[in-house]
């Protein structure tokens, strides 16, 4: 639209310069008609007979003047319109140019907003991933906890375990250690994994174990999580701060 309004104006500037070059055409040959009627005037005074004619032709000269002299003035009139109009599509589409600047503006700024907000959850969900582990670990039915887990899962030293079997663990680890507890110890962080779709979320971790004749263990570990985007734990990891068992 902005293009199309300045191509317009030009079209309208040349068709102004036109019209100036034709009224001054026009004005020209109107001083040439009025030379030509002071000749004839000249011409009537010697020639008695040629008076009435060349009377008549001089009016008729005058009244042709007048007439191209009203048609100079309403095609400047024109030309001005002309002009007026162009300048008000020129401010028209600065206007309608200023609008899409702002509401492209408004866009980015939204698409920010959201950026931020998508962000903001994210964290959220993800500073909470720890404190469902300890809630994981601690629950009776592993399997119950299924969706917690991606399908193959970098398992401690285990390397990639698929989830079937992770779980299967968990139910040996039950028995071991019929009761259990574990605590987050400090706010956890969250960071993307360079090169990966996943993030890191690092956190530590106390607990306390108790087996069958209740003799416990107890300890202070320091986990490192991988998450994928559908917030499922890809790998675990940790490294043994302090242990005890009696």
Not at 100 to 120: G, N, P
Not at 176 to 202: E, H, L
Not at 222 to 230: E, K, S
Request: charged fraction near 30%; glycine fraction near 2%.
């Amino acid at each position: 639209d902005a293009l199309a309004a300045k191509k317009a104006a030009e079209a309208a500037r040349a068709e102004e310069e036109r019209r100036r070059n034709e009224a001054e055409r026009l004005r020209e040959h109107a001083v040439f008609a009025r030379r030509r009627a002071r000749q004839l005037a000249v011409l009537a005074s010697l020639i008695a007979l040629g008076a009435i004619a060349a009377l008549c032709y001089a009016l008729y000269a005058r009244l042709e003047t007048d007439r191209q002299r009203a048609v100079a003035v309403q095609l400047k009139e024109q030309a001005l319109a002309e002009k007026a109009n162009a300048e008000q599509q020129r401010a028209e589409a600065e206007t309608q140019r200023q609008t899409a600047l702002a509401a492209r503006k408004l866009a980015e700024q939204r698409e920010a907003e959201a950026r931020t907000a998508e962000e903001s959850k994210n964290q959220l969900l993800l500073k909470a991933i720890p404190y469902r582990l300890c809630s994981v670990l601690a629950i009776n039915d592993p399997q119950a906890t299924e969706d917690f887990w991606a399908p193959s899962v970098v398992y401690y030293q285990y390397g990639a375990v698929s989830r079937e079997l992770l779980i299967a663990q968990h139910r040996r680890d039950n028995r071991q250690y019929p009761f259990r507890n574990y605590t987050v110890t400090n706010t956890p962080t969250v960071s993307d994994a360079p090169g990966s779709a996943v993030w890191i979320i690092k956190f530590g971790m106390n607990y306390t174990l108790l087996d069958q004749q209740r003799r416990p263990a107890t300890g202070e570990l320091d986990i490192t999580l991988r998450v994928d985007r559908n917030y499922r734990v890809t790998q675990i990891s940790q490294e043994v701060v302090k242990a005890r068992k009696k």
